[in-house]
Nanobody, 116 residues
Framework: QVQLVESGGDLVRPGGSLRLSCAAS????????MGWYRQNPGKQRDMVAL???????RYADSVKGRFTISRDNAKNTVFLQMDSLKPEDTAVYYC??????????WGKGTLVTVSS
């Protein structure tokens, strides 16, 4: 069984920064694609950033140049560095893992609020 534990969500002012972390544990997590999605009430869950096992990255257009995804393969942990935060970045952020066999796993989410 795979478990994902997120941390780092907080209240931050516009223009500020936050760093989210997601630690993965379980079978087969090392060779996996990991990423971050976000969701607001009543809206769909959208991809924010992905990082493949080899290190390639993908970003939503709305966060390019402001967010950076990275991973520590030794610790099976993925990070999302969020800079120049905007009120529209407010959401629950979910960690996602796609295992080598195609199975998807989700964390419970961490709330990011950007407000003055």
């Amino acid at each position: 069984q795979v478990q994902l534990v997120e941390s780092g969500g907080d209240l931050v002012r516009p223009g500020g920064s936050l760093r989210l972390s997601c630690a993965a544990s379980g079978s087969g997590v090392s060779a996996s694609t990991m990423g971050w999605y976000r969701q607001n009430p009543g809206k769909q869950r959208d991809m924010v950033a992905l990082i493949l096992s080899g290190g390639s990255t993908r970003y939503a257009d709305s966060v390019k140049g402001r967010f950076t995804i990275s991973r520590d393969n030794a610790k099976n942990t993925v990070f999302l560095q969020m800079d120049s935060l905007k009120p529209e970045d407010t959401a629950v952020y979910y960690c996602n893992l796609r295992r080598f066999d195609g199975r998807l796993y989700w964390g419970k989410g961490t709330l990011v609020t950007v407000s003055s």
